[in-house]
């Protein structure tokens, strides 16, 4: 849980309305080192009183305005994807360059 992303969503965040809760939820599911979080779609739809699709609509808006990077897709391995919430003002995690080329 990360208070620090918690805080930019509330008070920064540009969504209103569902699309502001589901950025709150997936801003308490991050951590403070890298901002990234594992997303169990029908975990956070729940705690987001959303339906999955919804999510899905939600998460791919988020990704098209920049405020959320996809780093890992569900594999057979890993069976939850991982995405790194962006916060504009953060300086660059581990993850910042070589995954946002890797995701393109």
């Known amino acids: 849980m990360s208070v620090s992303s918690m805080s930019w969503v509330f008070n920064n965040s540009p969504y209103s309305g569902e699309m502001l809760v589901i950025h709150l939820v997936l801003s308490e599911g991050d951590n403070d080192y890298d901002r990234c979080l594992y997303l169990d779609e029908e975990w956070t739809a729940a705690r987001s009183h959303c339906s999955v699709e919804t999510l899905r609509v939600a998460i791919a808006q988020m990704i098209a305005d920049g405020l959320l990077l996809p780093i890992y ?5 890993l069976p939850l994807p991982m995405y790194k919430l962006i916060i504009p003002e953060d300086d660059p995690s581990p993850y910042s360059e070589r995954e946002r080329r890797r995701s393109r």
């Open 73 to 77: 897709e569900r594999r057979p391995i």
